[in-house]
C-alpha cells in the first residue's frame, strides 16, 4: 500500500509539472529511481490519456533528454482562423458566449500558432457587435437539439416580428397558410414537433411540423416564450418529411411562401446569382440591349421578394407576372415615401 500511495504521488507530481508547461528531464527523474520505475510512470501517463481521447500527447526530446506535453492539432492554424473569423462575422452570439467559442478554438492549437490565430482575429474580435436579442443561443440549440432527438411535442408563445401584425399565421412549406387570432398582446400560442435548425442571415430558425395544419412552421431560436412539453406525440408522413437541404435551393431559409420559377434579367456578376440562389440557371447571355444575363430561377415567393426588392434597378423581372406587378407597387410605394 505504501508502494502505491508513493507511485501515485510521484506521477501526480510529474503531472502537475507537465501541465504548468515545466518539462521533465530524465537524468533527474533515474537520480531518484530506477530506470524500470520511470519507464512505468510515463508509460502509465501516455496510457490515460490515450484512453481519455485526449489531445494532448508526451513527447520525448531526446537533444535535451526532456519529457513534455504537446498538444496534437484538431485542427490547423488556417482551419482555426477560417472558423473564428465565419463565427464572428456571424454575429449570432453573445459576447460571454463567443467569447467561449473563440477560447475553445485558440486552445485547439500550440501556444505559438494560437498567438498567430489571436493576432489574425483580433480587430474582428475587438469590434464584435453581437444582435440584439441578447439571448443564450448556445443554451437553446441544446434543448432544442434535445427535443429533436427525442421527438418531443412542444407547445409554446410566439410573438411576431412587426408589431403592427393583426394575425399571426404558419406557413407551410407547400406555401399553405392558417391563420391565428393573437391576443390583446399580440402573443399567439402554437404546437408542434421540432424538426430541424438551420442558421441564416444572424439568426438561428427552428422547423417545426405542425400536424393540425399539416405544414411546417418557422420560428427564430430567440423568438420561443414559455416553452412545454406536451404528452402527446406527432407522426410525421413520409411525404412531409421535412429536406433542409432542398430548401435551401429554393430560399434563404429566411422568409417563406409558395415556390414559383422567376425569370429575370440582370448585369450583376453571374457568380453572385448563382451563389445566392443554390439551383439557379443561367437561361441566355447578352440577350438585351444592355447584353444582361437572363436567369431562371425556382424561390420561394417570400424570399425572393425579399431579395428582388433589395437589388433596385440591378435586376429586372421578367415573369410571373403577378409577381413582376407586385414588385412595381412596392417600389411606387417606397418611392411615394419620398416625396
Not at 512505468?40 to 485526449?54: M, P
Not at 420561443?224 to 406527432?234: H, P
Not at 411562401?257 to 443554390?278: C, H, Q, V, Y
Not at 424561390?299 to 435586376?315: K, N
Request: proline share 3%.
Amino acid at each position: 500500500m505504501k508502494g502505491d500511495a508513493n507511485s501515485s504521488r510521484r506521477i501526480a507530481d510529474m503531472l502537475t509539472k507537465l501541465f504548468m508547461g515545466e518539462p521533465l528531464n530524465r537524468k533527474s527523474l533515474l537520480e531518484s529511481n530506477s530506470k524500470s520505475v520511470v519507464d512505468r510512470d510515463i508509460a502509465d501517463i501516455k496510457r490515460v490519456l490515450e484512453d481519455n481521447h485526449s489531445s494532448i500527447i508526451l513527447n520525448f526530446n531526446r537533444s535535451k533528454g526532456e519529457y513534455c506535453f504537446n498538444r496534437s492539432e484538431a485542427f490547423a492554424l488556417e482551419e482555426v482562423i477560417f472558423l473564428a473569423k465565419v463565427a464572428l462575422e456571424s454575429r449570432s452570439l453573445r459576447r460571454d458566449e463567443m467569447d467561449i467559442i473563440i477560447d475553445k478554438l485558440l486552445k485547439q492549437l500550440p501556444k505559438e500558432k494560437a498567438k498567430i490565430a489571436n493576432e489574425s482575429i483580433r480587430n474582428d474580435n475587438t469590434f464584435y457587435a453581437p444582435v440584439t436579442n441578447n439571448k443564450h443561443i448556445l443554451e437553446r440549440i441544446k434543448e432544442f437539439m434535445g427535443y429533436i432527438d427525442d421527438r418531443q411535442v412542444i407547445k409554446f408563445v410566439h410573438k411576431p416580428a412587426s408589431i403592427n401584425v393583426v394575425k399571426s399565421y404558419i406557413i407551410t412549406t407547400k406555401g399553405g397558410m392558417t391563420f391565428v387570432d393573437p391576443d390583446k398582446n399580440g402573443f399567439v400560442e402554437y404546437e408542434g414537433l421540432p424538426v430541424a435548425i438551420y442558421f441564416s442571415v444572424f439568426y438561428f430558425y427552428v422547423i417545426l411540423y405542425v400536424d393540425q395544419t399539416q405544414g411546417h412552421m418557422v420560428v427564430r431560436l430567440d423568438r420561443f416564450i414559455d416553452v412545454k412539453k406536451v404528452s402527446r406525440k406527432i407522426i410525421v408522413p413520409h411525404v412531409e418529411n421535412f429536406e433542409e437541404s432542398a430548401m435551401r435551393k429554393h430560399s434563404f431559409l429566411l422568409y417563406h411562401g409558395k415556390p414559383m420559377t422567376i425569370t429575370f434579367l440582370s448585369e450583376i456578376n453571374p457568380a453572385t446569382i448563382l451563389d445566392r440562389f443554390p439551383g439557379s440557371k443561367i437561361v441566355e447571355k447578352n440577350c438585351d440591349e444592355n447584353n444582361w444575363t437572363k436567369y431562371e430561377v425556382v424561390v420561394f415567393e417570400s424570399a425572393a421578394r425579399m431579395w428582388f426588392l433589395s437589388q433596385g434597378a440591378w435586376v429586372k423581372v421578367l415573369s410571373p407576372r403577378s409577381f413582376k406587378e407586385s414588385l412595381r407597387e412596392e417600389f411606387k410605394t417606397a418611392f411615394e415615401q419620398y416625396e
